[in-house]
């Protein structure tokens, strides 16, 4: 039989890695990473490596299904379900307005821009403003704390021009997140190689924190005391850069006085690190000429994300760790536009208190967007304004919400919930429609996600100016029923004759991207091709080129060198280190007790990744299933001789909310006192869930009402306190 070999980029998460798969026919029979990439060089993980046998699997949906009033669901053709939608949809905003629809864009929706866009088009042309995403149950400080702060118009170094680098509670090496860049363990070594230095503060012992230079494994929901305690050491010892904090910040002695409280001997109270390695630690990042931060979902989850990304984003702003006058950027941009490159802020903006409220919790809009942890609330409570339609792009709210028991309620009680998924997840085993999509190898699709993500932290995003196109290199099954996931809303529209007025991806910044905007012609549905030449309306490279120069792998692309520019001499800007409600918060911090009373809850349960396996998505391929096919309950020994546990036990593990049965497995990775899992995995509240096959829903533990933040409304979602206790008589245990 034939060997072909096809070259494409995978869609797996953000990371986007060249890949190569070898074809025997019709059927992919190998996929490996392209070594002659001039960025990735070679790199994928399993998850890339398993991408073309999602395509395969004998539970992908090859036609969208309607639920029956007995809860089954049966295949109905594309066409039927997209007209039964828009009439249910216009039916719902004729009697309840337009705010009854909402959208939840998941991080997979991420993964495709062109269904966010058009998703979000539509419903702006509804006239509903109900969208949702999956950054305020995640890392919602990424987007609140530079917004208190101010935002770096010239932006932080790349990996290859930091002398230092600080990661708390991320894991980069697995996640792909983080700003170690793409292939991150190379990039790491390589910078190593040259003199770079890692600090790692995780209470957990990471692939990152085996390659740190300091390692702080602090305790869980411990991170505010930690960075608070760092600034203080680089202040008292003056280390601070005294040049830039006068020259371009206000408030410093406020930051000073917040963080009086928090002395070495209170860090270490609180946190379990030494006074020694705090030291050692706010010395070594001090000392570099240019530097990052990074905080992972660990610090966003476990309550005050706000404020421990603003005193991460503080702790770079007094050594000076950001892009100065001259300074090479080091991707001016490809897909994606660039912001103006200046040294200087505008100042802090509204992180929240502007735009709609919800009309739940005293919550509203942020700068992280809408909170959805309180949207099954907003579904649930009766009156005007109550949301009855959900659609669900890319994400699978019953396993990746929090407070498992009240969202499984809410989607429960809507009147219209549609999921665009290839496979009946939870969520859709609760849908009315779930409509079949075509997946990623079987469309067209350039490398704009990982650009997209070039504000979220410290060295995100390309460090040069890097692109690829990936041309379509599976059919669509034979006598499948799928459509792309953007048809859908876009079909809606032309069934409820709406027009569409559709934001490129090309511009973060929607504001700038309004003059690029495109209002097609409503009475067809666009090509592949033209679908995305709106999505890259305006970009510095332009479809054509992209196509032309980059279809077979990527290219570095040859673009006009960019310096960052002196800020204007009358520029009024300053980055801020003493917001009020971040010094406030501080305080209350500062007056906590170093041992909380726990109460029955001897254990906190922190959040982790799976480095086989995606959370809440893709559980049944065989080989990402090889070591495990659930999500574990990781805990130290001396945790497992005092429970008398030991790996493979059952073990029950309850919060205040809820209970859950884990499955132990037994390292020294971790603190005692800590019990690590992934969430996204279980099954829905009632169902039949094997700890050892679907795994427990962290989600369960979770209450939404309690210990939730006030403005993003993320509840505690990890360094949840929990008591474990072993079940008897399971006696499945390995030794």
Not at 278 to 293: D, I, N, Q
Not at 444 to 463: L, N
């Amino acid at each position: 039989m034939t060997k072909t070999i096809k070259s494409t980029i995978c869609r797996a998460c953000h990371a986007q890695c060249p890949l190569l798969v070898e074809f025997e026919g019709a059927m992919p029979s190998k996929v490996y990473g392209d070594k002659d990439d001039p960025l990735y060089f070679g790199y994928t993980c399993i998850k890339g490596r398993e991408f073309p046998a999602m395509h395969l699997a004998p539970e992908r949906l090859l036609a969208s299904q309607k639920r029956r009033p007995d809860g089954a669901h049966d295949a109905i053709a594309s066409d039927l379900a997209i007209s039964e939608i828009a009439d249910r949809v216009s039916h719902i905003v004729a009697q309840h307005g337009p705010r009854s629809v909402a959208m939840y864009i998941g991080t997979n929706g991420a993964c495709d821009v062109r269904t966010a866009q058009v998703g979000m088009a539509w419903m702006a042309a509804l006239g509903s403003r109900m969208i949702f995403t999956s950054i305020t149950i995640d890392q919602p400080g990424k987007m609140t704390a530079p917004a208190l702060h101010g935002t770096w118009l010239a932006g932080a170094p790349t990996l290859a021009h930091a002398d230092v680098w600080m990661l708390i509670g991320t894991n980069p090496i697995i996640s792909m997140n983080g700003g170690l860049q793409v292939n991150p363990a190379r990039a790491l070594k390589k910078a190593k190689e040259r003199g770079f230095k890692l600090i790692v503060a995780d209470p957990r012992r990471t692939e990152c924190a085996r390659e740190a230079d300091v390692y702080l494994q602090c305790k869980p929901g411990q991170d505010v005391p930690l960075l608070a305690g760092l600034i203080r050491v680089i202040i008292e010892e003056e280390l601070y850069d005294k040049a830039f904090v006068a020259r371009e910040t206000a408030n410093f002695q406020r930051l000073i006085e917040a963080v009086a409280p928090y002395t070495a001997e209170f860090v270490a109270a609180h946190t379990g690190i030494s006074s020694a390695d705090l030291e050692s630690a706010a010395r070594l990042y001090a000392s570099g000429r240019r530097g990052g931060v990074n905080l992972g979902t660990g610090p966003n989850m476990a309550g005050r994300a706000n404020l421990v990304e603003y005193l991460g984003k503080s702790l770079m702003t007094i050594c000076g760790h950001w892009l100065q006058e001259g300074d090479e950027i080091g991707n001016p941009g490809v897909l994606i536009n660039r912001g103006p490159a200046i040294a200087g802020t505008p100042g802090p903006v509204p992180a929240w208190g502007f735009g709609m409220p919800l009309r739940v919790k005293d919550l509203g809009e942020t700068a992280a967007g809408l909170p959805t942890a309180a949207l099954p609330d907003e579904i649930l409570t009766e009156g005007e304004g109550k949301i009855r339609a959900l659609f669900v792009l890319g994400g699978n709210p019953m396993l990746a919400w929090p407070d498992q028991i009240k969202t499984h309620a809410a989607m429960k009680a809507l009147d219209l919930l549609v999921c665009i998924d290839p496979v009946m997840t939870a969520t859709g085993e609760l849908s009315h429609y779930v409509i079949a999509p075509t997946l990623p190898l079987e469309t067209g699709q350039p490398t704009i996600v990982q650009e997209m993500v070039q504000g979220a932290g410290s060295g995100w995003g390309y460090p040069v100016p890097y692109g690829r196109w990936a041309d379509p290199i599976m059919p669509v099954p034979a006598g499948a029923d799928l459509i792309d996931d953007w048809h859908l809303f876009y079909r809606i529209a032309q069934a409820q004759k709406l027009q569409l007025n559709i934001l490129p991806a090309s511009y973060l910044n929607p504001m700038l991207g309004r003059d690029y905007a495109v209002s097609p012609d409503m009475s067809r549905v666009p090509s592949d091709d033209e679908i995305w030449r709106i999505m890259l309306n305006g970009s510095p490279v332009s479809l054509s080129e992209l196509r032309a120069k980059a279809s077979d792998r990527g290219v570095i692309f040859d673009r006009p060198i960019m310096r960052v520019e002196a800020r204007p001499e009358d520029w009024t800007g300053r980055l801020e280190l003493g917001d009020l409600t971040m010094m406030a918060e501080l305080a209350l911090v500062a007056a906590e007790p170093a041992e909380p009373s726990p109460g029955d809850f001897a254990f906190r349960l922190v959040s982790r990744r799976l480095n086989d396996m995606h959370n809440s998505s893709w559980h049944f391929s065989p080989k990402q299933r090889r070591r495990w096919g659930y999500n574990p309950a990781f805990i130290h020994p001396d945790d497992a001789m005092r429970l008398s546990v030991k790996t493979g036990d059952l073990v029950e593990i309850r919060s205040r909310r809820a209970a859950i049965t884990g499955v132990i497995e037994v390292t020294n990775d971790l603190r005692p006192g800590v019990v690590s899992m992934a969430h996204g995995f279980g099954k829905n509240p009632g169902e039949h869930e094997d700890p050892r096959s679907n795994g427990a829903s962290t989600g369960r533990l979770i209450s939404a009402d309690v210990d939730y933040d006030p403005y993003t409304g993320i509840p505690r979602m990890s360094a949840i306190p929990v008591n474990i206790r072993r079940i008897e008589g399971d006696g499945a245990g390995k030794g």
